[in-house]
């Protein structure tokens, strides 16, 4: 094991991270328009009970999306929180990932990624070896599936596929609500002919594409870089909202597992990383691809 592997947190549950951010936020939302519990759940047009009100905001349940809309109008929150907050309580029902896809296409380890990414106001990554499943063609996509599972049945692949093709919704909201996501892909993963050259065509274009959304950068580190910071690791830094409530979280995966880091010194270790590749990578438009 690396040093770098042994100071890695363990994982914590999905649902259990995302259930308190939201509940932080409505409390929050609550206390700054002067609301106590009683004076909330006297408004009987709300319908929201006294124990309602208390599972949502100490998150011990999923929330609804509707009950998280009905509060955040009542509370005066503006569009973007209130999106924000309605994404959140939909992330809080993370198991509908594994009722959609299954467990195959979403293993235990990755669904709390699955549950904050939609949450995520900033996204950065560094990609050693692959485009990242936000940026993903459908094509693509199932030759990396079926590379990394080699038995899998043709359903399987699909639901992996389809997992993928959802995830990537977050891109295209309506401003401000969509996250920006700078990545930053070593040369390798131009380079490599994954399904062939007409995938990687087809693959390359969908980058040259999202690059002209404004929420999304994309860079390639060529190799005339020689060593650079992040030769020993991908990852990808998450920001949210409120960084008070909701701090930043680093994630670094292996094939059977993942790490989820929020203390501070790893926080600024790879932001820093980051920055170093990106000052060195060049815009995806003007790579010779």
């Known amino acids: ?30 206390t700054s328009k002067g609301q ?32 998280v809309t009905v509060l955040c109008h009542y509370y005066g929150a503006d569009e973007q929180e209130t999106q924000a907050l309605t994404t959140l309580a939909l992330a809080s029902q993370s198991d509908s990932w594994w009722d959609v896809f299954g467990v195959e296409a979403v293993p235990e380890w990755f669904s709390l990624y699955l549950d904050v990414e ?49 995830r990537q919704a977050i891109l295209t909201r309506d401003q401000p609500a969509a996250p920006q996501l700078h990545v930053v892909l070593n040369e390798a ?4 002919q994954v399904g062939g050259a007409s995938v990687m065509a087809n693959q390359v274009e969908r980058l040259r594409k999202a690059a002209t959304r404004p929420n999304v950068t994309i860079q390639v580190l060529p190799f005339a870089a ?3 910071a992040a030769m020993e690791t991908a990852f990808v830094i998450l920001d949210f909202a409120d960084p008070e409530d909701d701090p930043p979280l680093v994630y670094v995966d292996s094939p059977s597992s993942a790490a989820y880091l929020q203390k501070q010194v790893d926080l600024d270790r790879y932001a820093t990383i980051f920055d170093h590749v990106q000052h060195q990578a060049l ?6 691809a």
Do not use: C
């Open 226 to 228: 020689g060593a650079h």
């Open 1 to 30: 094991m690396s040093s770098q592997e042994a100071n890695m947190s363990a994982p914590v549950a999905g649902p259990t991270v995302v259930r308190r951010q939201l509940g932080r936020r409505l409390r929050r939302l609550r």
């Open 283 to 288: 815009p995806i438009m003007e790579y010779p």
């Open 36 to 67: 106590s519990v009683d004076e909330v759940v006297a408004e009987r047009r709300l319908g929201i009970s006294r124990a309602k009100l208390f599972k949502l905001e100490g998150g011990r349940n999923s929330a609804k999306p509707q009950d």
């Open 189 to 192: 993963v131009i380079l490599r």
């Open 118 to 166: 939609p949450a995520a106001t900033h996204i950065r990554t560094y990609e050693a070896e692959l485009i990242p499943g936000l940026l993903q063609t459908a094509d693509y996509a199932a030759e990396v599936y079926r590379a990394r599972n080699p038995e899998a049945d043709p359903t399987e692949v699909d639901r992996s596929v389809a997992l993928r093709m959802e």
